[in-house]
Structures are given as structure tokens and as C-alpha cells.
T-cell receptor, first 115, second 112 residues
Framework: NAGVMQNPRHLVRRRGQEARLRCSPMKGHSHVYWYRQLPEEGLKFMVYLQKENIIDESGMPKERFSAEFPKEGPSILRIQQVVRGDSAAYFC?????????????FGSGTRLTVV | QQQVKQSPQSLIVQKGGISIINCAYENTAFDYFPWYQQFPGKGPALLIAIRPDVSEKKEGRFTISFNKSAKQFSLHIMDSQPGDSATYFCAAWHNAGNMLTFGGGTRLMVKP
């Protein structure tokens, strides 16, 4: 039973390009969460999705960031027109329930570097 | 408030010693408190968790102590080992919310 799979592991983008991060949840998990971790900082919530629905995007920047979790395929976090400040580790987590009482299972993250 | 405050930011412990990391919260609607362990280049991994109706939970060398009235909880690592060197995050789940709120992390180094 594979864990949460994120790819790519490392992504380098030039300023102004688009970054697309993918997350496949654990088998049987239909709830996906994206978090951002800046260097030497904790994890900040970005968005919570279920299949085909954004449930809570209160942590997403209002511009340039979007997320989706289609009926088929992985969840995608998209960052348009990246800037240096977007450089961070982006983690996806999944859970089988709508609450966190079972704890999240995190992927290994995508480390985005904007040059 | 949704904040969870964690201390210390970094901790150095000798092998065999006890590592203690503390967290405090304000929102009484938090009802689930997990701790995560993160090694460099990896994602956080669930270590141990507790609910507010329990004052202590122990799993192997790891113990969570929970003080509901003070709104504080702590992680104790007994007989700390160099392999425990990692960053530890406390977190809290709001019973009407949609996400875990994380503390700022504690970087633990266990010296041989």
C-alpha cells in the first residue's frame, strides 16, 4: 500500500513560469490537504479538497495559486507566474475521514526553487 | 485563535537524556493533538497523538502529557538517541475546522 505520492520531488522554475505540483493520496483516502513549509518554519495550511470539490481554501494566496482534485487522477497545486517568495517545500497530506482524528499521512513533499 | 505556540525552537540533548518539547494553545475547540516527526528532506510523520480527555499517553519512549486547564501539552522523549535527531511539530485539530494547525517546530539534536 503506497503512501502519499508527490511529484516531482524537486522543481526549479524561473520567475514568471508556472509550477504544477502533483499529489496522489493513499489508497482509500479521499481527503487531500496542501501545506507549505518555508525554510526554518512550520507548516502552513493552504487548501483542503475532496474529490472534485474545494472544501476550504482559507490558506491559499488570493492570486496565482489554485488547486484541484479531479474525479480521476492526482490532486494538483498550481502556482502561476512564480516569484522568489514561492520557494518552499509543499507537502500534501491525505486522510480517510473528514476530520483529523486519524492524523494526516504526509507525502515527501515537492521542493520548489524559483530562480 | 488558531495559533499553536511551540518551544523551544531548538534543543540539544545528550544520548540517554530526556527531551522535552512544549506546546500551548488558546482555542478550547481544539480536540485532537498529534505530534509529528520530520527528518531532513522528508515529510512529517505522525508520531503520537492525544485527546483532551486523557492526561497522558505513552508509546515506547515517547510520552505526551496534556494539561487541559492550562491549555498546554508536551512531548517527552525518554532515553533520547541520536536517531531521534529531527524536527518535531505539535499540532491541533479544531473540532469544527478543516485542518491541523501546526506549531513552529523544534529542531532536536541528540549528541552521542
Amino acid at each position: 500500500n503506497a503512501g502519499v505520492m508527490q511529484n516531482p520531488r524537486h522543481l526549479v522554475r524561473r520567475r514568471g513560469q508556472e509550477a504544477r505540483l502533483r499529489c496522489s493520496p493513499m489508497k482509500g483516502h479521499s481527503h487531500v490537504y496542501w501545506y507549505r513549509q518555508l525554510p526554518e518554519e512550520g507548516l502552513k495550511f493552504m487548501v483542503y479538497l475532496q474529490k472534485e470539490n474545494i472544501i476550504d481554501e482559507s490558506g491559499m494566496p488570493k492570486e496565482r495559486f489554485s488547486a484541484e482534485f479531479p474525479k480521476e487522477g492526482p490532486s494538483i497545486l498550481r502556482i502561476q507566474q512564480v516569484v522568489r517568495g514561492d520557494s518552499a517545500a509543499y507537502f500534501c497530506a491525505s486522510s480517510p475521514q473528514a476530520t483529523g482524528n486519524y492524523g494526516y499521512t504526509f507525502g515527501s513533499g515537492t521542493r520548489l526553487t524559483v530562480v | 485563535q488558531q495559533q499553536v505556540k511551540q518551544s523551544p525552537q531548538s534543543l540539544i540533548v545528550q544520548k540517554g537524556g530526556i527531551s522535552i518539547i512544549n506546546c500551548a494553545y488558546e482555542n478550547t475547540a481544539f480536540d485532537y493533538f498529534p505530534w509529528y516527526q520530520q527528518f531532513p528532506g522528508k515529510g512529517p510523520a505522525l508520531l503520537i497523538a492525544i485527546r483532551p480527555d486523557v492526561s497522558e499517553k505513552k508509546e515506547g519512549r515517547f510520552t505526551i502529557s496534556f494539561n487541559k486547564s492550562a491549555k498546554q501539552f508536551s512531548l517527552h522523549i525518554m532515553d533520547s538517541q541520536p536517531g531521534d535527531s529531527a524536527t518535531y511539530f505539535c499540532a491541533a485539530w479544531h473540532n469544527a475546522g478543516n485542518m491541523l494547525t501546526f506549531g513552529g517546530g523544534t529542531r532536536l539534536m541528540v549528541k552521542p
